[in-house]
Antibody, heavy 122, light 106 residues
Framework: QVQLQESGPGLVKPSQNMSLSCSVSGGSISSGSYYWSWIRQPAGKGLEWLGRIYVSGSTNYNPSLNTRVTISRDTSKNQVSLKLNSVTAADTAVYYCARIYCSPMTCYLDFWGQGIPVTVSS | DIQMTQSPSSLSASVGDRVTITCRAS??????LNWYQQKPGKAPKLLIH???TLQSGVPSRFSGSGSGTDFVLTINDLQPEDFATYYC?????????FGPGTTVDI
């Protein structure tokens, strides 16, 4: 059973850079036909997909974040990371990491971490 | 971006009821449509993928249908543990987008 666990600071000051990690157990982030992604959810609001990284290391991002977001991986630690630059209060949310499985006819988020709340405030 | 809408935004139901939630995509997404259930303070849980395929371990009272732009999630014989918020999500494009959610409460 794949398990994901997010970690990182719960409080970030405006204009600073935020870094979160997602530790994966029960499966390797560098094998299989999987993507590893980040999604966020402001309190009381809906879900926003931020981006993903493939087993090959290739990435895709949500254009709404422009160039502020970077997703990377550390295969030796079996971790995926999210970096969001120049944060503002609008980036306050619960951040989730999740695995994406894709086949020719379907693509879905099948395993999720429990989420980590991040507040942007001075 | 593909925009996803859901209706209703919320509904009240009773145990044993049949509930129907509609999701609409702004363009044809074939059957690249997934449904998730989220309870307060928890991560979303995958219920249905490819519009109508039940995820392993999900009770058979959940079902999905549709293709193209219009999709439906049906919950038969609503159980107490089904009171939650439900989201649809398209995976037709690399930029995944979610519907705004439908809250099912008592």
């Amino acid at each position: 059973q794949v398990q994901l666990q997010e970690s990182g600071p719960g409080l970030v000051k405006p204009s600073q850079n935020m870094s979160l990690s997602c530790s994966v157990s029960g499966g390797s982030i560098s094998s299989g036909s999987y993507y590893w992604s980040w999604i966020r959810q402001p309190a009381g609001k809906g879900l926003e997909w931020l981006g993903r990284i493939y087993v090959s290391g290739s990435t895709n991002y949500n254009p709404s974040l422009n160039t502020r977001v970077t997703i990377s991986r550390d295969t030796s630690k079996n971790q995926v990371s999210l970096k969001l630059n120049s944060v503002t209060a609008a980036d306050t949310a619960v951040y989730y990491c999740a695995r994406i499985y894709c086949s020719p006819m379907t693509c879905y988020l099948d395993f999720w971490g429990q989420g980590i709340p991040v507040t942007v405030s001075s | 971006d593909i925009q996803m809408t859901q209706s209703p935004s919320s509904l009240s139901a009773s145990v044993g009821d049949r509930v129907t939630i509609t999701c609409r995509a702004s363009q044809n997404i074939n059957t690249y449509l997934n449904w998730y259930q989220q309870k307060p303070g928890k991560a979303p849980k995958l219920l249905i993928h490819a519009a109508s395929t039940l995820q392993s371990g999900v009770p058979s009272r959940f079902s999905g249908s549709g293709s193209g732009t219009d999709f439906v999630l049906t919950i038969n014989d609503l159980q107490p543990e089904d009171f939650a918020t439900y989201y649809c999500q398209q995976s037709y494009r690399i930029l995944f987008t979610f519907g705004p959610g439908t809250t099912v409460d008592i």
